[in-house]
């Protein structure tokens, strides 16, 4: 039996959602669901962390409380759980569409590199390295030097993230691109067919390359840094990786294309995904060429949109990298209103059959164009400048992350039945549906409102007018956390199923 | 119209609801109609497909430059180039450092256009200005060894009391580094 399947029987609650029996294609299940039962451990956590934020302000239990959960919420919810969801689904939709194995050396040394490194980040933040989920370098160094937390925890918590950029940059990327051009096809592992020819496909092999290519320079300097920290790299060495403007650069370049590749893998899901859930069986798209070239211009134009983090810092920015970055990040738009006419033409054309797992991944879909406008509106340079550390940008940070985790749990519903040989519970996966998409409104339209009103983000002290904006975060925040206790119920009242 | 659109973060607000309802409506209808009221294959031509495609494709590109376009000449990064070299305006110097302020002057008349030249001396900050009824004027990200200082130029149009912020996170009393500037 397999080690992840032993594991996934001992874990209480979680366990019972991801219960593989052991069979012949355990290779592609059985550590795909071993990550995804562990993202949802890291979600319940984080998600309690976030809904802890607005209340810690109303009880008026001080900015330190605050600066903590913020920094464990994030760095929680981007990595151990949407990103590991990601991989999980991913590893296991490549590996039954190619006939390769997901549960070799790679893949657990993605699941110990992710799971250690945030743990060790967890305990350090525990400690009192409190940065933020986006780093803000020279601040883990200047925080040590005033104070405000150890060297220790400064070491801890770099060590933690890195492992866990380790597993994201090289470990995954790798293991992708391998089964996706190299090694042996186990015709027993491959369920359902696809070549290197269809949209998904490309979508994955894409935003593993944006991972891989837009990753390495962090981990050159950010891996310069810790060798020092540990002694190994002298001084002098590093002063080049030290250098903020440095860091801040090579740190967005893949922070901003992390998001992007983890939007472009999710969109070749859905081209994936939708057609075996047309009406007519038909099992197309409306174009492949069209959905192809859709992915080939959100994959061009948001490498180089990076820039609109930056700008507000002119003229150190100078003027024409800002003018690339807004007409960069509105091209990606054109990317986004190509695939919004292939799902909406494939959904026309052929009809669809309304199950859970189609509708959460069109839910997600609907939420990742809602925030794709509210990305592209403040990438222009004039708005930016007006909402650019507020709210708006907090929420739209917030939200393009509950997109993309929705897609996915779409995407793990519709596989569920082969991993794990059950099937969801109908009525509380609909029941979920609506509870999901109700909150995602909600914050959406009060983060941004919150932007607008000029309410700052990651402000550990809320002043009056703002508390307005706190109340509807914590109504939709437990709506939400809802919505996530159906979707794990809904995996527990599976089924078995009946052949 | 334009002006208000522009220049108040609320205006980025109506943009945005303007791209995302006519999206709701469409999708909606759409996936209501295929899922549940008549799911059968559709007998649209292929030629109109693609009709659609072309008219959809050129409404993104057009309301996309247009309303970039029209932002052109609000870009902080435009009417600070278009004020260089103008001796009337005053120049104020901005020093951030955790978790405080320090400016040249923090008083002004309303009329008044000021160029803030901004820096930090420690790690990242932000030099935001906050209007007296809450909203975000502007801010400016400065990055320590940047290499230049950050430069703005602001116009008073009313009297009261303004919140500078840093909205960088920036430490553990990030809070409360502010400070105000008073317009009579």
Known sequence: MSAAIKIIDKVPFFGGMFRVESNELNPVNA???????????????AAILGVSMPAIQFMEL??????????????????????????????????????????????????????????LLTVAVLLGFHVTYTVMFPLPVVGVMTGQWSMFTLVLGF????????????????????????????????????????????????????????????????????????????????????????????????????????????????????????????????????AILALW???????????????????ALPSTFAYHGNIMSFATGVGGALTIFTILATIWKHGIIP????????????????????????????????????????????VVLIAISALWMGILYYHYPLMTNRTIDDSTARSCIKYFFISYIGLLYTFLAAGAAGMPRRNGAWESDWY?????????????????????????KSTALEY | ?????????????????????????????????????????????????????????????????????????????????????????????????SWAFQFSESEFKVGETVRFKAKSTDT???????????HLLFTMMLIPGAGTEGTLVHTFTEPGEYTVRCLEYCGIAHHAMKNTFTVN
Not at chain 1, 31 to 45: G, Y
Not at chain 1, 67 to 94: C, W
Not at chain 1, 297 to 315: D, E, K, W
Not at chain 1, 468 to 492: C, E, K, P, Q, T
């Open chain 1, 31 to 45: 550590w795909p669901s071993l990550m995804a039962m562990t993202s949802f451990v890291w979600f319940a956590i």
């Open chain 1, 62 to 119: 001080g900015s330190n409380w605050y600066y903590q959960n913020i920094t464990l919420h994030g760095a929680a919810m981007a990595f151990p759980f949407v990103f590991q969801l990601m991989a999980a689904m991913s590893l296991h939709r490549a590996g039954a569409c190619l006939g390769k194995r997901a549960d070799d050396i790679f893949v657990s040394l993605f699941y110990i590199f992710m799971n250690v490194g945030a743990l």
């Open chain 1, 159 to 290: 060590t933690g993230i890195a492992l866990v950029l380790t597993s994201m940059i090289f470990i995954y990327p790798i293991k992708i691109l391998r089964m996706s051009f190299f090694g042996q096809i186990d015709s027993t592992l491959q369920v359902a067919e696809r070549s290197m020819k269809d949209p998904g496909m490309i979508g994955m092999v894409m935003g593993a390359l944006v991972l891989l290519v837009t990753g390495t320079p962090l981990m050159i300097v950010a891996g310069s840094l810790l060798l020092h920290l540990y002694g190994i790299f002298p001084a002098e060495w590093i002063g080049w990786a030290a250098d903020a403007v440095v860091f801040e650069f090579v740190f967005y370049i893949f922070a901003h294309n992390l998001m992007e590749a983890m939007a472009i893998m999710i969109i070749g899901a859905v081209y994936s995904t939708l057609p075996l859930c047309t009406a007519d069986g038909s099992r197309k798209l409306y174009s492949d060429k069209i």
């Open chain 1, 297 to 315: 211009i959100l994959l061009i134009t948001s490498v180089t949109s990076f820039f609109h983090h930056f700008f507000t810092m002119y003229p």
């Open chain 1, 355 to 398: 199950t859970p797992a189609l509708f959460l991944i069109l839910g997600g879909f609907v939420m990742y164009i809602l925030d794709g406008v509210s990305a592209i509106v403040i990438s222009n340079v004039a708005w930016n400048f007006k909402l650019h550390g507020t709210m708006w940008a907090g929420g739209h940070a917030m």
């Open chain 1, 468 to 492: 307005i904006f706190g109340a509807f975060m914590l109504i939709f925040g437990v709506m939400l956390l809802y919505a996530f206790v159906l979707y794990f119920l809904s995996l527990r």
């Open chain 2, 1 to 97: 119209m334009i002006e208000f659109l522009y220049t108040n973060a609320w205006g980025a607000f109506i943009v945005l609801l303007a791209f995302q309802i006519p999206f709701l409506i469409v999708f909606f209808h759409i996936v209501n109609k295929k899922a549940f009221a008549d799911s059968a294959p559709s007998k649209t031509k292929p030629e109109k497909y693609s009709a659609y495609r072309h008219g959809w494709t050129a409404l993104v590109l057009v309301a996309f430059v247009v309303v970039n376009g029209a932002s052109i000449k609000y870009m902080p990064t435009i009417v600070e180039a278009n004020t260089a070299g103008d001796k009337n305006i005053k120049d104020v110097q901005v020093t951030a450092l």
């Open chain 2, 124 to 134: 990242v900050h932000s030099f935001a200005l906050h209007h007296p009824d809450g």
